[in-house]
């Protein structure tokens, strides 16, 4: 009797287990079908990125044999010991150790084929001095003798030449068209490693370096890696143009970190262009004025709503624009209707006007907004 009632029990028991593991598996299946396979490493979004980044290979086949080597030579007169005006230094060493002397500095660096004729772009600091003794060594191995043409201590740029054509010439890019994030090269030899190229893009633009390295500055930054001896290469954009000739690095270490500088192609041109027709690059001034950066508590103090703009921290009473209303105090916001940011593009404006104009200033003194009219006058060779 008893094995009569479990049968049943054990058959409906059997059923029911039966029923919930099918049950679980159809919903299983149906909740793998709902979820969003992964899509294959093909079709990931990581992967499309980087089946689109650029092939520069053949732009930089190109442009390589634009840039070459340069190496300069300079006499560089040392000071005597500090100990000259001690008697027994002198009675033990002599006169000799503590006379000045000459010695011999060498530097290193790179420079850009810019004209058929045996033109070279370079950096100034390159160069060292402009009665150095400068030799090229071509992509080909082949070692010149580079005639200074002139140099430029205010963008850092010096122009050579030799005699030798044909040359692979670089040409020229519009700087001003330059877009933050755009691909770029480097090229150059650093550490002497001749012809190297590294790849990066634009960082920033208009950079100004606190006039550490340059008194005009306006500077491409860029992260393609430059180190020392790139100085005085090429900056090339996606099309195989001259956009910057690198300059300067900001690092902590001495290498790379990330952070370089180029002079953009339109303000080397225009080196160029002036040092081939006067011997030296003609700007405007403003002489007697001295021109800073804008700080927030200055700017509160002075009732102006940003920092933008250049204060008048000094001037002399007998300049041009003292006698045109300028006053200490004052912040210049606009110079010929074109906005002042700071301090550095304020002397840029003034650098690129021609001598003998004058420029049409809006100031901001005392919460009020006043037009002036200054002089542009004539730079002056800085003595060497």
């Known amino acids: 009797m008893i094995r009569r009632l479990l049968l049943p029990f054990v058959f409906v028991t059997c059923g029911f287990d039966g029923g919930m593991v099918l049950t679980g598996r159809l919903r299983t299946a149906e909740e793998a079908r709902a979820e969003p396979r992964p899509a294959p490493a093909a079709q990931l979004p990581a992967a499309a990125g980087l089946a689109t980044l650029p092939d520069l290979s053949a732009i ?12 300069s030579l300079q006499v560089v007169r040392t000071q005597g010991s500090p100990y000259n005006s001690d008697p027994l230094f002198r009675y033990f060493f002599g006169d ?13 660096g790179s420079g850009v084929f810019v004209s058929n004729d045996g033109y070279i772009l370079t950096n100034n600091h390159v160069v060292g001095d402009a009665r150095a003794q400068v030799s090229v060594v071509m992509p080909d191995k082949r070692e010149l003798r580079a005639k200074i043409v002139g140099v430029d201590e205010s963008t850092d740029l010096a122009l050579l030449k030799i005699d030798a054509r044909p040359l692979p010439v670089l040409p020229w ?10 691909w770029v090269l ?13 790849l990066g893009i634009v ?34 954009n996606a099309r ?24 953009p192609s339109n303000l080397a041109r225009h080196v160029m262009d002036d040092l081939l027709k006067y011997g030296e690059v003609q700007r405007g001034m403003m002489p007697g004025v001295s021109v800073v950066a804008l700080t927030t508590q200055v700017a509160e103090q002075l009732g102006a709503a940003s920092t933008r703009g250049g204060l008048v921290d000094q001037m002399t009473r007998d300049s041009d624009a003292f006698a045109a209303g300028l006053r200490p105090g004052d912040i210049i916001t606009t110079f010929n ?29 005392e ?17 060497r």
Do not use: H
């Open 240 to 263: 195989g143009e001259l956009i910057g000739i690198n300059t300067a690095i900001f690092s902590e270490s001495g290498g790379y970190q990330g952070i370089g500088f180029a002079v």
């Open 173 to 182: 890019g519009d700087s001003s068209k330059l877009k933050v994030a755009e």
């Open 337 to 365: 209707s074109r906005t002042v940011e700071d301090a550095a593009a304020f002397w840029r404006m003034v650098g690129d006007s021609r001598a003998g104009t004058a420029a049409r200033l809006e100031i901001l003194r």
């Open 96 to 108: 000799q150790m503590a006379a000045p002397r000459n010695r011999i500095a060498q530097s290193l």
């Open 60 to 71: 930089a086949a190109k442009t390589i044999p634009s840039v070459m080597n340069i190496t």
């Open 203 to 236: 960082s920033a633009l208009g950079r100004s370096l606190g006039g550490s390295l340059a008194t005009y500055e306006d500077f491409i930054q860029t992260d393609a890696a430059i180190n020392p001896g790139n100085s005085g290469g090429a900056l090339v």
């Open 186 to 198: 480097a090229i150059g030899n650093p550490f002497q490693l001749n012809q190297t190229v590294t």
């Open 367 to 383: 919460s009020r907004r006043l037009e002036l009219t200054v002089p542009i006058t004539r730079s002056r060779r800085t003595p």
